[in-house]
């Protein structure tokens, strides 16, 4: 059985070794634009949240899911940085709609999510539609 909840900037201290392998496999994917510390220190200072899918039977945090807000200047968005963990089916759907009611309380016009392409087909299942694409190369 899983517990979906957020964890208060003053308790990352104690949640950071319980979510390092999380972040450790999904932080490769943010095209160097994160590290693991440069995450642990925006939920300590409260600029990102961290979400936790806490699995009660295991006693362990089955996947984490980080967000931020980011104002532009016609939109508050809502934005999901990273999500990893293991058992996704058994939690996603739960974790999915905290975070859309997150959202909505704050009054975000909107949710963006920047991941693999694979995230579209399954985010679409859920409402979500891609809106633009992002390419890069390093200079």
């Known amino acids: 059985m899983y517990k979906i909840s957020g964890v208060r900037s003053q308790l990352i201290e104690d949640t950071a ?3 390092s392998k999380h972040l ?9 634009r994160y590290n693991k ?3 642990i220190d925006c939920l300590k200072d409260g600029s990102m949240d961290l979400w ?3 699995n009660s039977d295991s006693i362990q945090i089955d996947g984490i899911v980080v967000t931020q807000y980011t104002i532009y200047p016609r939109k508050k968005v809502f934005t999901i940085l990273l999500c990893s963990g293991v058992n996704m089916n058994e939690w996603y759907d739960d974790m999915l ?3 859309e009611n997150v959202a909505k309380v704050n009054k975000s016009d909107v949710i963006e999510i920047g991941g693999r392409k694979g ?21």
């Open 24 to 32: 450790e496999r999904v932080i490769p994917y943010t095209g160097g």
């Open 97 to 99: 709609a905290l975070i």
């Open 17 to 19: 070794e319980k979510i």
């Open 119 to 139: 995230w579209i087909k399954r985010m679409k299942s859920n409402g979500y539609r891609q809106t633009m694409w992002f390419t890069e190369k390093e200079v």
């Open 37 to 39: 510390e440069d995450i």
């Open 52 to 54: 936790i899918a806490y």
